[in-house]
């Protein structure tokens, strides 16, 4: 019986204390949910958001962690001393395309595919 009783003021207490919990206004801590945490926004365990909000930051990270670096597939990028791309000359000599004016005509394209020209792992040469 003790222990039923013991049982029962844990109960309780957690009864009031998540009564405590939703009396803050939902329009207060409104988060954008995603993942885990969407099925759990009406959840009555408060740690469950807690441990969605955990599980969905260390997946993202290890999402991060697996993702090849774009720039580092192709080292041969010149950067300039502002981090953009370097003009060399004859790129500054380039003029943007003139419309020509004569005949017209349209092309659909129905099928287009792209090839990785370089090697990813970079110990072979194109």
Do not use: W
């Amino acid at each position: 019986q003790q222990v039923l009783q013991q049982n029962r003021l844990q109960e309780e207490k957690r009864a009031a204390s998540l009564e405590r919990a939703t009396a803050v206004t939902p329009s207060a801590t409104i988060v954008p949910l995603y993942g885990t945490l969407k099925g759990l926004e009406q959840s009555v365990n408060p740690q469950l958001m807690k441990y969605a909000r955990e599980t969905d930051s260390s997946i993202a990270l290890a999402r991060k962690d697996n993702r090849r670096r774009l720039f580092s597939v192709y080292p041969f990028m010149p950067l300039s001393k502002m981090g953009g791309i370097q003009q060399t000359q004859c790129e500054n000599s380039i003029e943007p395309y003139r419309e020509h004016f004569g005949q017209r005509f349209l092309v659909r394209c129905e099928n287009i595919k792209f090839r990785l020209q370089a090697p990813i792992n970079g110990d072979r040469e194109i």
